[in-house]
C-alpha cells in the first residue's frame, strides 16, 4: 500500500470530509489519494492563505477538523497567517504538508537547502502550532498523525501539521506494520471536579447588586451553547459576550447586551463598567475587552475568571488587574456543573440592574435615528437593515477592519446563526475563503459574506472558487475607498495624514464591479439609504451567489471607539454602589456621541 494511501484512507476514518488543497510537486501523491478514497473531497482554492483561512473558518462552523494542504517551500509558507489565526483562535486544525525527499534534505550540512523548494517548515511555524512534525519514518506516520490530532483537541485547542517528505509519500509500506499513537492520560478518564469554585461563586452571585455574565469563543469551542443559554435564563443577569460569541444569544434577548470594550456598543460597556461581580467564561479577556489599562476594567467587580488556560488568568498580575476567582478549567465541565448546582439555589432577583441596564439599551442604540433620514448610504443603516431581512440559521462572516466593527454594534442576530471571523488575530483578506470554508461545511445553506473594499483586495482571487462551485455566498462589499479603520487611527494620533489608506495616500482600487462580473457573478450596487431594502433584498433571495456593491463615503467612523490606551470607563457613566442602592431608577449620565472616545 502507498504510505500516500495510508494517509488518505486515515483521513477519511478520522472524519475529515474536505482537504482544500493546492497542487505541487512535493504534494501531488497526497492529493491524487485523496481523490481516489471515499469518504474525502479535495476543493482547490487558487492561494494556499486562502485555503488555509477557508479550513479554518469549515472548522469554527462545523466543530470538524478542518485540513488544508499545501507543497513544500512557498507553497507551505503561503500558509503561516491562516495557521496563525486558528492558533490565537485556539481553533483544532490539521495542515498537511509535503516537503523534498529525504535524501534531498539538506540536514546538517550547514547549507541553507538542497532540494527545490526545501523549506524548514516546521520549525517556522513551532510557535503558532499546538504540535508540528516532520516525518522522517515511514512507518511512525498514523502515530504522528494521531498524535497530531490529539494534541489539536487536548486542552486549549489549535492547528497541528505533519510534513511529509515526497519519497515517504509515495513509498509502499505494509499498514499493519504501522506505529500508532497511545495518549496515556485518557487511559484513566477524569471528571474536573469545581465544587469549591463553584461555591464562590454562587456566595458572589447571592450577594452582588450589579452582577454581569460575560461569554466568550469558549462556549463554541466547548460546543456547550444550548446549556450555556439555559444558564444565561437561570442566572438572569445581564449578559455581555466577546466579540467570537455575539451569535450565542438572539438580539430580542432581555439578557442580551451586546459586545463590550474598545469597540463595543456604549450600552454594554456601561455595563461592565458599572457591575459589582463578574462572572467571565470562555475568554480570555484581552485588552480590546478590557481597555487599557486593564487595571481600570470593570473598576468596583470582583472577577471570577473561567478560562482553560491559567496563563490567560495569571497575566492580569502583570497587566494589574486582580482576578479574585481563578477558575483554570473547560467551559465543557464548569458550565454543566453550574447549572446543576443553581437547580437547588435561588439566587436574590437583581431586576433594578436589569431595567438600568435596559434603559442604557435604549438610550444609546448603534444606529441613531438620525442614520436612517440620511441621503446616502449610512453603514449603520445598512447593518441594521440587513440583521432584519437575515434568515434564522444563517451563517455569517466578515471581513476585518469597520466591516467587522459596524456588524458587530449594529447587526441584532436571530435565533441560529453563526457569525465568523479570525478575531484575535484579525488577517485582511480572510473573509472570503472563511465564506467558503463556512459554504462547504454546510452545503446548500446560505452565507453572507461582509468585505470591505481593502480586506477583499487581499483574495479577491477566491470570487472565482465561489463561481465554480455555484456556492451560496451573498457578498456585500462596504466599499469606503480607502482603509477607513486605520484612517481613524491617523486622526488620532497622526494629524489625519492619510498616508497608504487612500487613493491620493497611495492605495488602487478596481471597479469592483467589472471584477465580479467578469467572475461570474450578477451583481448591483447600493448608494443611497433609500434604496438598500430593495436592493439587499435582491441580493439575499437570489439563487446562488451574489455580489453587492455598497457604496459608503470615506468619512464614515466606527462611533464608538475608546482611542487606546485610554480605559473603557471613558464611555459613560459611573456609578458606585450607594448611588445605585439609593435610587429606585438610575438616570445615567450625558454621554457625549463624539467619534473617539
Known sequence: MKLSDCVASFLANHGVRHVFAISGGA????????????GVEYICPQHEQAGAMAADAYSRASGEIGCALATSGPGATNLITGIASAYYDSVPMLFLTGNVATFRSKGDTGVRQIGFQETDFVEMCRTITNYAVLVNEPYKTLYEFEKALYLARKGRPGPVIVDIPDDLQRMDIDPEKMEHFIALDECIPKDAD???DIDSVIACLRTADRPVLILGWGIHLAQIEDQTRVLVDALDIPVVMTWAAVDL??????CNFGGFGTHGVRYANFVVQNADFILSIGSRLDTKATGSPPSSFAREAKIAMVEIDPSEIQKFRKLGRNIDISIAADARDFVPQL???LSSEKLPSVSRWLELAG??????????PGYSQEMLLNPYYMVEILSRLSKEDELIVSETGCALAWMMQGFRFKKGQRFFHAFNYTPMGYGLPAAIGAAF????KRVLCVAGDGSLQMNIQELVTVIRHNLPIKILLINNHGHSMVQQTQEMWLDGKYYATTVEGGLAFPDFLRVADAYGFPTDTVALNSEIEDKLTKALESPGPFFLNLEIEATHRVIPQVQFGRPNEDTGPLLNRDEFLS????KPLAVSLQPNL
Do not use: T
Not at 444569544?249 to 432581555?254: A, E, K, N, V
Not at 434603559?359 to 441613531?368: F, I, S
Not at 461545511?441 to 446548500?444: M, V
Open 27 to 38: 504534494s501531488l501523491h497526497l492529493i491524487h489519494s485523496i481523490a481516489e478514497v471515499d
Open 194 to 196: 469545581l465544587s469549591k
Open 249 to 254: 444569544l438572539p438580539g430580542d434577548h432581555p
Open 339 to 341: 447549572l446543576q448546582r
Open 359 to 368: 434603559e442604557w439599551k435604549l438610550k444609546y442604540p448603534a444606529c441613531l
Open 441 to 444: 461545511a454546510f452545503p446548500g
Open 583 to 586: 435610587n429606585m431608577i438610575v
